[in-house]
């Protein structure tokens, strides 16, 4: 550990350079860096590694640096600076001259300055003195508008402004200028070929330094109300696009598994492929696809039979129609199921055009058959209750109710009349 | 096979066809001895009424089988169009019938599989339980090329094994309507005889509404 260190102080020592310039006021050529402290850390136990950790490069080759001086290309007073530069390296080209960058500046003669000061749409209260100064100034700050802004004289223009006179004469300028071929490729072409391709917008150069402007004045409560208002909009845009996605997806879904069996998804049966006559039925299976028409005749055949089952294009199974619920309501299908059964018709005869066509009709019959006995009962229940008032005017005992009306009530008992409203309706 | 692909502009509209199909399964118990989980072997199948290719029409079948089943969906796409598997239950077999024409959607049909025959039959090694369906498969303006090939018609019948179980449903239309028919009357004998009630109600409230105003004006 101390060898290497000394080590260390020998290699510095025997570079002479390094005593004249690094040792001067500092006082550490012949003593170990850390003076006093190192000699009385060497005597002692110390728990710290008594030499940083980066000092201690016993293998190590040792750079050499030397002084010396370096051009600087962008300048043109000859100055001589020095600097520390590695030994046997190259002296390069300083680093910094590549962004030593020079515009073109248009100059303008006198008789271009006469045309384009005609110009109606030039400000006037520029004068050729003020102009010259400002050309005079963008060449020697090389367009650094801000410097030229600072070192404007006369009356006051904001930078705006000067850009803005600038660029326009400029501007005209290109405008004017002709061209040889051979000149197509120069800088200056490519120059003015930008200036009139980007005419300066002074507006909104304006208008944009007033946002900036706002911008930093913005007080720091604003500022955190103006970053939730961003949060929440984006939490809204993107739910609004997970729902949108969620909604696709279902719509998805429910094209490729929707239920045939489903009453809307039905379709009306077509009556007229199979001629339906009594006689030909007997031999049913044996017949091929038939390819039929739909006149008008049929259509009208039709009516009044299923008007909520609609006419859709695409294939379907013809015993759907059989499924097909011809009431809202339950406690008719079930009834309905239930006398189908015993009229021996079952609830699935084979499903051709002619069975379909009858086994709805005779749905139909037996929806009718309901009602008509739900109003008959009605009937019975007014024509009962007449009998009493009558029994009771006449002070004779009321009538026994009849045999069908206990019936009926029962039934509604059963079905539990009282709570049953709520129910039917979110059967419905 | 055959497909076409075709813009919906070429629906023929107004035309309609309908083909007669057999939806059906045939179920074998195995006999006392056979494994618990593997009591039957049935096989489900589509078939034409007349035992017909179907493939003329239909480019392939998908037979969706209970979740227990790997993989419960299969794909048929050769005539004929059948699977066959063992199991011990009945489900419900959901076969979708895809056809040539990609435009045509596909038709969705629901069969009970039964393995078990119906009560009073005991069930027996040799006599396997046929359930089979008619079906009418109805095409309502369809793609000019398919009606076609509907036109056309079966150009083959197969030859399979199960067939001496197939069951013949003719005469089964005229049955059907006549039970209709029968069924019809029923209920309009009822009707009458809710409407001659209901005749007699009118005339007797009639008279009880007279004797109640009598009364009411004493």
């Known amino acids: 550990m101390t060898q290497s260190l000394y080590s260390l102080n020998n290699n510095l020592n025997t570079e002479e350079r390094v005593r004249n310039i690094t040792c001067e006021g500092r006082n550490i050529t012949n003593n170990p860096v850390y003076g006093r402290d190192w000699v009385s850390l060497s005597n002692s136990l110390s728990v710290f590694p008594s030499v940083p950790v980066g000092l201690c490069r016993d293998k190590e080759t040792v750079t050499h640096w030397k002084w010396k001086t370096f051009s600087i290309p962008s300048r043109n007073d000859n100055l001589q600076l020095f600097h520390w530069s590695k030994d046997g390296k190259e002296e390069e080209e300083d680093s910094f001259s590549k962004f030593n960058k020079e515009s073109k500046i248009m100059k303008y003669n006198d008789a271009e300055y006469e045309l384009i000061s005609q110009e109606p749409s030039l400000d006037s209260s520029w004068s050729r003195e003020e102009t010259d100064l400002l050309f005079e100034l963008c060449e020697k700050y090389n367009l650094r508008f801000v410097v030229v802004h600072d070192r404007w004289q006369g009356e006051k223009r904001s930078l705006e402004d000067l850009k803005n006179r600038y660029y326009t004469i400029a501007r005209k300028l290109a405008e004017i200028r002709k061209f040889e071929p051979s000149m197509r490729n120069s800088v200056l072409f490519k120059h003015t070929q930008a200036l009139i391709a980007n005419p300066f917008d002074v507006e909104y150069e304006k208008l944009r330094k007033e946002q900036l402007e706002k911008a930093f004045q913005v007080s720091k409560t604003e500022l955190v109300a103006e970053e939730n208002t961003v949060r929440e909009a984006r939490q809204i845009e993107a739910n609004r696009k997970r729902r949108t996605k969620e909604r696709q997806r279902i719509q998805k879904l429910l094209a490729r598994g929707g239920d045939i069996r489903h009453p809307a998804s039905v379709h009306m049966v077509q009556s007229a492929e199979y001629p339906s006559t009594q006689k030909d039925a007997s031999s049913g299976r044996h017949r091929s696809p038939q390819v039929v028409g739909t006149s008008s005749l049929e259509k009208q055949n039709r009516k009044g039979t299923f008007p909520r089952r609609k006419y859709h294009s695409g294939a379907f199974e013809r015993s759907s129609i059989l499924y097909t619920p011809v009431s809202n309501s339950q406690r008719n299908m079930r009834r309905m199921e239930a006398l189908l059964e015993e009229l021996g018709v079952g609830l699935r005869p084979i499903p051709t055009a002619a069975v379909v066509e009858e086994f709805d009709s005779l749905r139909l019959d037996i929806l009718n058959y309901f009602e008509a006995e739900r109003a008959l009962i009605r009937k019975e229940w007014d024509l009962h209750n007449l009998k009493v008032k009558l029994a009771k005017l006449r002070g004779e005992e009321p009538p026994p109710l009849p045999a069908i009306l206990e019936e009926s009530s029962r039934k509604q008992e059963d079905t539990g009349a009282h709570t049953s409203h709520r129910k039917r309706r979110k059967r419905l | ?218």
């Open chain 2, 1 to 218: 096979m055959k497909t076409f692909s075709s813009s919906p502009k070429t629906r023929t509209k107004g035309a309609t066809v309908a083909v007669p199909i057999i939806q059906g399964s045939i179920a074998f118990w195995l006999g006392p001895e056979a494994d618990e989980w593997h009591s039957h072997r049935w096989t489900a199948y589509i078939r034409g009424s007349r035992n017909e290719d179907l493939s003329y029409f239909i480019r392939y079948v998908e037979f969706q089988l209970h979740e227990s089943f790997h993989p419960s969906k299969r794909v048929v796409t050769k005539p004929p169009f059948e699977i066959t598997e063992t199991g011990w239950g009945e489900f419900d077999l959901i076969i979708r019938v895809y056809f040539v024409d990609n435009l045509e959607s596909p038709v969705e049909l629901i069969h009970p599989l039964r393995l078990f025959p119906i009560p009073p039959k005991e069930p027996s090694v040799e006599e396997p339980v046929v359930n089979e369906h008619y079906e009418e498969l109805v095409f309502q303006d369809p793609p000019e090329e398919l009606l076609a090939i509907l036109r056309m018609g079966p150009q083959r019948t197969i030859e399979t094994e199960l067939q001496k179980y197939f069951l013949d449903f003719t005469g089964q239309e005229a049955q059907d309507l006549e039970k209709i028919k029968q069924a019809k009357e029923v209920i309009r004998t009822k009707m009458n005889a809710l409407n001659d009630r209901s005749k007699e109600i009118d005339e007797e409230r009639k008279q009880v509404e007279e004797e109640i105003n009598r009364l009411g004006n004493l």
